[in-house]
């Protein structure tokens, strides 16, 4: 186990991994008080190179790391990294690292679950179970245990053994590029985005009029801006009820903001407050000039109820034979979608979950083939060919699932 210490010992580290085909990459930081995440440590293992780095020593410089996150001919392994590509997004200037594998994926993508926590995964794939004791670990202190390296070292070594044997199941269910298509939205700059003006499309506006959007925007900018300035969480500036109260309220001064239940009391005379109504006021002004372009969702034609839940039948049919997590092969939102129109533009419908699940979708609601109880499982009934559809998949010898 070998803390760097110095940038030459990093170079030399990463150069060693930078031989090998992956490398399993893991972080642990602390956001709890603040809008950044505060980097602890880094972990990484590739092959017998295990290494923890410490981003806390000073004069140490992550830039050889960073080189190594950019290597493009180093697949790195991680499990639910959001928030770890999230860091590097912003140590590596608005660039993310690439390519990526996420093991919680493959996991979906293995039937072992919606959103597996990485102790199932190891202690299913593994049998090995996870130390679990420093999970609340303050890592911005000084000096770490023994313990506390150990506990962090073996989040990636544990990974280092998953990933190959992942890779390979993956391989003999034909599932290799359904994974790797699922990778595209972890390395999609858009989604680590963090510029105000851009805030409020995480939250979806309930209303379209112009100045409801225009207090909208406004509110969900100011609030990033504020939280950013002053590093805090957005939550502890103001709650997401507050900016769609805002948005409802519109309130022009002080008076009309302390009337609303879901900002802070006195918030309306603080200095934030002054801050956002003189924004408010200027964008009410004109909402023209503030409201963001964007169109209202088109209203679902009526009765599509009974449709969509056959259709929710039939993805838990489908998932169950194909042995996935029925999340990866479409979301309650694509099905009221395909339920309203044959070309919807959702995910269910393209590539290979069109295949897998989104053709037959579309054949459930032409007639062509139905769901019927067969002792007590619910299975797919070809009405032409009038037999239930036999196609259960075949089962390797060795599947942890």
């Known amino acids: 186990m070998k803390v760097i210490q110095t940038t030459q010992e990093l170079a030399e580290a990463c150069a060693a991994i930078a031989q090998h085909e992956f490398v399993a990459v893991d972080t642990e930081f602390l956001r709890e008080t603040t809008y950044w995440p505060m980097l602890c440590l880094i972990q990484a293992a590739a092959g017998e190179v295990e290494i923890l780095i410490d981003p806390l020593i000073e004069g140490l410089s992550l830039d050889p790391f960073l080189e190594l996150m950019s290597n493009d001919k180093v697949l790195k392994v991680f499990h639910a990294p959001r928030q770890d590509l999230e860091i590097f997004y912003r140590l590596m200037g608005g660039k993310l690292p690439s390519p990526v594998f996420d093991t919680q994926t493959a996991a979906m993508a293995l039937g072992l679950g919606e959103q597996i926590a990485y102790d199932g995964l190891v202690m299913a794939l593994l049998k090995r179970p996870v130390d679990k004791s420093h999970r609340f670990t303050d890592w911005s202190r000084r000096p770490l245990s023994e313990n506390q390296l150990a506990y962090a070292l073996a989040d990636v070594t544990h990974l280092r053994d998953l990933y190959p044997k992942m890779a390979a199941q993956l391989e003999r269910k034909g599932r290799a590029d359904w994974v790797g298509e699922e990778m595209k939205a972890f390395v999609d700059p858009a989604a680590y985005d963090t510029t105000p003006a851009n805030a409020w499309k995480r939250l979806k506006p309930k209303r379209f009029a112009q100045d409801y959007l225009a207090a909208f925007f406004t509110a969900a900018t100011w609030r990033e801006w504020f ?58 002004e004109n909402p023209a000039e503030f409201a963001p372009k964007t169109e209202r969702p088109p209203s679902s034609p009526p009765g599509l109820g009974p449709a969509v839940e056959l259709l929710k039948v039939l993805l838990r049919c489908e998932a169950e034979r194909l042995g996935v997590a029925s999340k990866l092969l479409a979301t309650v939102s694509d099905l009221e979608e395909i339920a309203a129109s044959d070309t919807a533009d959702v995910a269910a419908m393209k590539g290979w979950r069109r295949e897998a699940f989104g053709e037959k979708a579309l054949r459930l609601k032409r007639g062509e083939i139905g769901l019927v109880m067969k002792g007590k499982r619910v299975r797919v009934f070809d009405v032409a060919a009038d037999a239930i559809v036999e196609d259960e998949p075949e089962m390797d010898g060795d599947e942890a699932v």
């Open 227 to 284: 939280a950013q300035e002053r590093d805090v969480p957005r939550g502890r500036i103001l709650k997401d009820d507050a900016i769609f109260e805002i948005a409802e309220q519109r309130p022009r001064d002080a008076d009309a903001m302390d009337r609303m239940r879901a900002l802070p009391k006195g918030f309306g005379r603080s200095k934030g407050g002054v801050q956002l109504l003189e924004a408010l006021n200027e964008a009410l």
